[in-house]
């Protein structure tokens, strides 16, 4: 039986969905009920609004909606036609959605080791491993830090090979005053609950400034057609449900300020954590605005540490504990060895972050932190 001391234990969730919820409730749920009185649940008014609305957002001129960022990157793909054997090189540090996707469209994955500071795929190693079966790159702007971008499109011009962004970590995100999904030939954004700019549920979005493949996009996300019944290519059905688009407009609204709560939380764990020799903060850089879609520390100790917090109310998570590499799918892949990658997987510990969270709970994570290594 728990002694009364265990009970006296702030309880901070690693992600906390509530307190947005209640804040935009009556403005969500109005959205909602014209929605339901139009009973225009699938494409529809919603989705045109939300799609216009994003696309403006980052100063693009296509915007597609579609069921997950997973099939956004997936889509991509698949539009700009990978053939069996075309290689793609992105990183093994990531979830497992940015292989999945590549191999899905019928491509093969290389995979480039990350900065050790960044997180993010790093441009000195990318030249040595193209071939010339090497058609295109595929970057993760990982934990909402952007990848470093202009190395990696002068090499990418260099060889004739095109960018596909994963911005599913880093929604409003800039690199160089530009927002990250708006430097390749088209990216990816993931709308999951927990996300920067996340939905009630699954849901994703391609960005791009090029009509054509957009056109492709469109056809292939709802059965190869742009009019109904009227199907000109094999497609699938992956289009982004009306309800979520009518949440995700008025959050999309709130996406900065949320974005600017998040980098200051940020601060002040890096502050309250400035001193405790076992644990390494993120790093910030001067040419990126990071959008900190979670703060993520290293340590040696991380299974410890994780296992001492969750005694004492505190959640974490571990993103990601497994480089692709060596998870099943690609172990019997011809690969190199990823140091950086591996390194990480085993000190990377996400703790408590979300935009509502108080310097009390914070200040609470990071004295216990202290305790734990005391």
Request: aromatic share 10%; hydrophobic share 35%; glycine share 6%.
């Amino acid at each position: 039986m728990p002694s009364i001391l265990e009970f006296s234990y702030m309880q901070i969730p690693l992600v906390d969905l509530k307190q947005q919820y209640q804040d935009l409730k009556e403005e969500i749920l109005s959205s909602l009920s014209e929605l339901m009185e139009s009973s225009s649940f699938v494409k529809g008014p919603k989705v045109d609004e939300f799609e216009k609305a994003f696309a403006h957002y980052h100063g693009v001129s296509e915007c597609i909606g579609v069921n997950s960022g997973t099939d956004a990157l997936f889509l991509i793909l698949k539009a700009l036609d990978v053939h069996p054997g075309d290689e793609i090189i992105t990183v093994p540090f990531t979830f497992f959605a940015t292989a999945e996707a590549v191999v899905n469209a019928g491509g093969k994955v290389v995979f480039c080791d990350v900065d050790p500071e960044r997180y993010t795929l790093d441009p000195s190693q990318l030249e040595n491993l193209i071939t010339p079966r090497t058609v295109g790159i595929l970057p993760v702007h990982l934990y909402g830090m952007p990848a470093d971008m202009d190395p990696m499109m002068k090499i990418a011009e260099k060889h004739h090979l095109w960018v596909v962004e994963d911005a599913c970590q880093a929604h409003g995100a800039l690199y160089k005053g530009k927002k990250v999904g708006t430097f390749g030939t088209a990216s990816a954004f993931s709308f999951y609950p927990s996300k920067n700019l996340g939905a009630y549920g699954d849901g994703g979005a391609v960005l791009t400034n090029d009509k054509k493949l957009s056109e492709k996009i469109r056809k292939l996300q709802d059965h190869g057609q742009l009019k109904r019944y009227h199907s000109e290519v094999i497609g699938y059905n992956s289009r982004l449900d009306a309800m979520q688009a009518a949440v995700l407009k008025i959050k999309l609204q709130r996406l900065d300020e949320w974005n600017d709560k998040r980098r200051k939380a940020a601060s002040f764990y890096t502050e309250k954590l400035t001193g405790v020799k076992q644990v390494k903060a993120p790093k910030r850089f001067s040419d990126s605005k990071e959008v900190f879609h979670l703060y993520v520390i290293q340590t040696e100790r991380r299974d410890e540490l994780a296992h001492y917090l969750e005694k004492k109310g505190v959640s974490t998570g571990i993103h990601y504990g497994i480089p692709l590499h060596h998870q099943p799918p690609f172990k019997n892949s011809k690969i190199h060895s990823f140091p950086v990658s591996e390194m990480l997987s085993q000190k990377v510990l996400s703790l408590p972050f979300f935009p509502e969270i108080t310097e009390d709970q914070i200040s609470y994570v990071t004295e216990e932190i202290k305790e734990f290594f005391s």
